[in-house]
C-alpha cells in the first residue's frame, strides 16, 4: 500500500496568515492526488483534484502544487471559515489511502 | 443536483453484520464508480473499496476482504455496502462517495456495542 504521511498534523495560524500542509507519498503517484476539507460532523470536500487543479466554485485562496512523491497545500490568506482539517489522498493505485490529516486553527 | 442519500444510523452487536445504503440522484447512476469511505470517531480517513454501478465489479481494501460486499440496484439507482462480523472497532461514521470525490453522502453512524 502506498504511504500518504502529511504535515504538520496541526496548525494554529493568524487571519491573513499563508499556511501549506505537506503530503509525501511512499512511492511516486505522478498527480493523482486530492486535497480535502473536512469540518466537525461533515462529509469531506473536494478543495483540489489532480495535485492542482482548483474544484469549481471554490475560492481561489486555496492551491495545490507537486507530482511524483512530493505535494503542498497552500491557504495564501487564511479565513475564520477555514478551520477544518484538511486531508490528501492519493487515488493512483489501489487501495486508495490518505493522509493522517492536518487540523487548522486560528491563533 | 447531485445528491448521495445514505441510510440512517445502526447499532449493532459484535457478530452481526450492517447494510447500509446510498440512493442517489441528478446524474445517471451507471456512469460513476461509488467508493466507501469510513471515519472513526476523532480518527483519519480509510477507503474501504469502490464499486462499478454498471458492471457490478468491486475491488475491496485488503483490511475488508472476506467481511466487506459492495451490491448495487440499477432499479433504484441505489448502492449498497455490508460489512460482516462486527466488532468495536467498527463503530464509525460510514460515508459513500460518487467517483471522483465530487459529491458525499452525509455518513451513516455504525455502533458496534454489547
Known amino acids: 500500500d502506498i504511504q500518504m504521511t502529511q504535515s504538520p498534523s496541526s496548525l494554529s495560524a493568524s487571519v491573513g496568515d499563508r499556511v501549506t500542509i505537506t503530503c509525501q507519498a511512499s512511492?511516486?503517484?505522478?498527480?493523482?492526488l486530492n486535497w480535502y476539507q473536512q469540518k466537525p460532523g461533515k462529509a469531506p470536500k473536494l478543495l483540489i483534484y489532480d495535485a492542482s487543479n482548483l474544484e469549481t466554485g471554490v475560492p481561489s485562496r486555496f492551491s495545490g502544487s507537486g507530482s511524483g512523491t512530493d505535494f503542498t497545500f497552500t491557504i495564501s490568506s487564511l479565513q475564520p471559515e477555514d478551520i477544518a482539517t484538511y486531508y490528501c489522498q492519493q487515488y493512483d493505485n489501489l487501495p486508495q489511502t490518505f493522509g493522517g490529516g492536518t487540523k487548522v486553527e486560528i491563533k | 443536483q447531485v445528491q448521495l442519500v445514505q441510510s440512517g444510523a445502526e447499532v449493532k452487536k459484535p457478530g452481526a453484520s450492517v447494510k447500509v445504503s446510498c440512493k442517489a440522484s441528478?446524474?445517471?447512476?451507471?456512469?460513476?464508480?461509488i467508493n466507501w469511505v469510513r471515519q472513526a470517531t476523532g480518527q483519519g480517513l480509510e477507503w474501504m473499496g469502490w464499486m462499478n454501478p454498471n458492471s457490478g465489479n468491486t475491488g475491496y481494501a485488503q483490511k475488508f476482504q472476506g467481511r466487506v460486499t459492495m451490491t448495487r440496484n440499477t432499479s433504484i439507482s441505489t448502492a449498497y455496502m455490508e460489512l460482516s462480523s462486527l466488532r468495536s472497532e467498527d463503530t464509525a461514521v460510514y460515508y459513500c462517495a460518487r467517483g471522483e470525490y465530487r459529491y458525499w453522502g452525509q455518513g451513516t453512524l455504525v455502533t458496534v456495542s454489547s
Open positions: 441528478g446524474y445517471t447512476f451507471t456512469s460513476y464508480d
Open positions: 512511492q511516486d503517484i505522478s498527480n493523482y
